[in-house]
């Protein structure tokens, strides 16, 4: 039953350090999505890769945020310095595009982060 | 540009009540329209999906309408249980090379014993 896979699941870190979440998508996927969902703001599309490039990055803060993909079956969101007000779920999605036909999303477990 | 308005929670039903949760969309061209589900403590998972205008999706029980003529897609559920307790949302994929996903803010249902 394939599925993306996030780590850690949880992460409790203090004002300053630097968090680095890791997905693994679905294999055979061709998009990854970055994904934070608070109270407060609802679900906020931070980033997107198609065949690993970056299409989109515009919902992230980029003073402090980067997204990557090293290789297909890896996609990492950093977090450098962390500050409490990142403190939120981070969700991994991916998903496969051919020929512009939209299939659906799927999404990993999510990542807790709380920034003390 | 795109976007999709549902309606504001939370919805309380007791069970085997009738569930309706309200979607419209706005969008250029012709979008898919899904429904996700969020149950506690896990990520989003698909529900339903329908590609084209009249296509109905369903799944566990639940379905939607692809209406172009009112831009909505409004989910509905003939007699919901307890384990349908969850946040509800609904998305439009843009036509496009990005498969992007705008979702609606999200509706919690809770249905009681």
């Known amino acids: 039953d394939a599925r993306v896979t996030q780590t850690p699941r949880h992460k409790v870190t203090e004002m300053g350090q630097e968090v680095t979440m890791r997905c693994q998508p679905i294999?055979?996927?061709?998009?990854v999505f970055w994904y934070r969902q608070t109270m407060m703001q609802g679900l906020e599309l931070l980033a997107y890769?198609?065949?690993?490039?970056?299409?989109?990055d515009s919902g992230m803060p980029k003073d402090r945020f980067s997204a990557e993909m090293p290789d297909a079956t890896l996609a990492t969101l950093k977090i450098q310095p962390s500050e409490p007000r990142d403190s939120a779920v981070y969700f991994c999605?991916?998903?496969?595009?051919?020929?512009?036909?939209?299939?659906?999303?799927?999404f990993g477990p999510g990542t807790r982060l709380t920034v003390l | 540009g795109n976007s999709v308005t549902q309606m504001e929670g939370p919805v309380t039903l007791s069970e085997e009540a009738f569930l309706t949760i309200n979607c419209t969309y706005t969008?250029?061209?012709?979008?898919?329209l899904f429904w996700y589900v969020q149950y506690p403590g896990e990520g989003l998972q698909l529900l339903l999906k329908?590609?084209?205008?009249?296509d109905k999706g369903s799944n566990k029980g639940f379905e939607a309408t692809y209406r172009k003529e009112t831009t909505s897609f409004h989910l509905e559920k003939g007699s919901v249980q307890v384990s349908d307790s969850a946040v509800y949302f609904c998305?439009?994929?843009?036509?496009?090379?990005?498969?992007?996903?705008?979702f609606g803010t999200g509706t919690l249902l809770a249905v009681q014993p």
């Open positions: 999605a991916s998903g496969l595009v051919l020929g512009g036909f939209h299939n659906e999303q799927f």
């Open positions: 294999l055979g996927h061709n998009t």
């Open positions: 890769f198609r065949n690993r490039a970056p299409l989109d």
């Open positions: 969008a250029t061209g012709y979008p898919s």
């Open positions: 329908a590609t084209k205008a009249d």
């Open positions: 998305a439009l994929s843009d036509r496009g090379a990005t498969n992007k996903l705008i």
